[in-house]
């Protein structure tokens, strides 16, 4: 129902945004422009190289908080028992919010790094990119941390590498880069109805 909601909420941000700044594309004025580097042949944009760089490092100072902080553990509690939680003293609401707002600022930053070259910079399509998220958060495990990363490692790998080869597979139809995802989704979930690393559920009959 939230995830209805979300798309929903996203559904009229993209119309208001559009209403704003119609057809017009900004750009971030991001420091690195469109500077190239070459390494062993192959040429990457520095933004890449810097959002890399900003990736590894938010990831593990996120996964040390939500380990070894007392907010992690509160988290964490609030995630496998909420009742119990708050009957040991831990406020829900509180840890909802935290919660909320820190992904609120990494999605902000995977926004910046998402509208700055090699992409023309912030439009209304944009917002599409974070379609994405469900279903590399389902395919890794909606109780995992490490399948939510996972998850995401590979949705992107199966994005791109079917993008690339978009033209020796026209006869799966065009565009098909943009559905590999939600189809590797389903055929994982086929296999694995909780994700490659959620905790399945046993019901004693």
């Known amino acids: 129902m939230l995830a209805i909601v979300t798309i929903g909420v996203d559904i009229v941000l993209?119309?208001?945004?559009?209403?704003?700044?119609g057809t017009e594309v900004l750009s971030m004025g991001d420091p690195w422009k469109n500077?190239?580097?070459?390494?062993?042949?192959?040429?990457?944009?520095q933004t890449r190289i810097a959002a890399l760089f900003v990736a590894a490092l938010l990831i593990t100072a996120f996964l040390l908080a939500f380990r070894y902080t007392s907010w992690g553990v509160a988290m964490r509690a609030a995630?496998?028992?909420?009742?119990?939680?708050?009957?040991?003293?831990?406020?829900?609401?509180?840890?909802?919010?935290?919660a909320w707002a820190i992904a609120g600022a990494l999605a902000a930053v995977a926004a910046l790094f998402l509208t700055v070259f090699p992409t023309p910079g912030l439009d209304r399509s944009t917002s599409f990119a974070?379609?994405?998220?469900?279903?590399a958060a389902i395919?890794?495990?909606?109780?995992?941390?490490?399948g939510a990363l996972a998850g995401g490692l590979i949705i992107g790998l199966t994005e791109s590498l079917v993008t690339g080869y978009q033209g020796d597979l026209?006869?799966?139809?065009?565009?098909?880069?943009?559905?590999a995802p939600f189809l590797v989704m389903i055929v994982i979930l086929l296999i694995r109805p909780a994700g490659l690393f959620g905790t399945r559920e046993l019901t004693r009959v």
């Not at 993209?14 to 700044?21: D, F, S, V």
């Not at 974070?130 to 279903?135: D, E, G, T």
């Open 14 to 21: 993209t119309t208001e945004l559009t209403r704003q700044i």
């Open 35 to 45: 500077q190239i580097v070459t390494v062993g042949g192959v040429s990457i944009a």
């Open 79 to 98: 995630a496998e028992d909420g009742e119990t939680a708050a009957l040991m003293g831990i406020r829900l609401t509180r840890v909802s919010l935290t």
């Open 130 to 135: 974070a379609m994405k998220a469900f279903p």
């Open 139 to 146: 395919l890794g495990g909606l109780d995992s941390t490490t």
């Open 170 to 179: 026209t006869f799966l139809g065009r565009g098909i880069g943009e559905v």
